[in-house]
């Protein structure tokens, strides 16, 4: 049977999700939005598409929770995304959103969770590792099976630089990108190479810091330029996540689960290393970190830990 898979919002991340879930013909396609006609619009805009860039699957618009049924992947991409108050001029920050799109989140898990028991649900909302507390509390879903779209994005950004200012190919860049999915989060220069040579004997110590810090706030780059926040490589490093789940390639991705014990954190969604398949989560990879990353995790796993809290969900006894 053919797998399905529902990406909520279809706004530009949830729409560019869906043109490259549909251009690697992974999956039939359910779009669903609050907004009357959207969803239907983008549906038929892409399913338009097919005969010319020769995709074959069922591509659907709704408004109806129903349509969802029984998906095998769902990707959460509905929410109120950085963007600038028309009439303040000013940005809201990304702990700012967090009781706006807890509010959104919350509701929709509870539809999804109704209609696909069995899925594995990827969150793309920001704040991002807020928003895959909110889906794991409402849906009661085990770790395996709720897993925040993060580090994939953080570490293409990461990557994208080193190959910008090396001159040299992205895909012989190596690197991991761990932490929550905010200013703090930890690239890993250690374990950062190109065709396996080592990024410090490739470029000076202060380009790499430099490019460490646009990693950080790669997010906020993009804000800055466009206004509105990024969709192009959100989408694909979403897309990557449902690919090795669908085709069980069991890529190590970096995402943000929820973690039990590992790295020394407990009942917490920070990015680490983790084995995808098709049973969604199957491993987390515990790297053995320097006391120097470590602590820098730890900052990241404060910063994500406050942000969480902001939810007023009780700590699991
Ligand atoms: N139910 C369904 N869809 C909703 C709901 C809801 N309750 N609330 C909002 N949406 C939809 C909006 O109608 C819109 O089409 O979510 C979509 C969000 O799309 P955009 O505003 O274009 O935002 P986008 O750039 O796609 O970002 C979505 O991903 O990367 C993150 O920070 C980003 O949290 C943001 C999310």
Partial sequence: ????????????VGSTSAHWLASKELADIVLVDVVQGLPQGVALDLASAAPVEDFDLKIV??????????????????????????????????DELVKINQDVVGPITEQLVKHSPNSIIIVVTNPLDAMCHVVKHISGFPRERVIGQAGALDTARYKTFIAMELGVSVEDVHAIVLGGHGDEMVPLPRHTSVSGIPIRELMPEDKLQAIIERTRKGGGEIVGLMGRSAYYAPASASVAMIESILKD?????????YLQGEYGYNDLFIGVPCVLGSTGLEKVIVMDLNDEEKAMLDVSARAVRSVVDVLGYAKPA
Avoid: Q, W
């Fill in 61 to 94: 618009g709704t408004n109806n929770y129903e349509d969802t049924a029984d998906s095998d992947v769902i990707l959460i991409t509905a929410g109120v995304p950085r963007r600038k108050d028309p009439v303040t001029g000013k940005f809201p920050s990304r």
């Fill in 249 to 257: 390639k069991k890529r190590v991705i970096a995402s943000a689960v």
């Fill in 1 to 12: 049977m053919r797998k399905k898979v529902t990406v909520v919002g279809a706004g530009a």
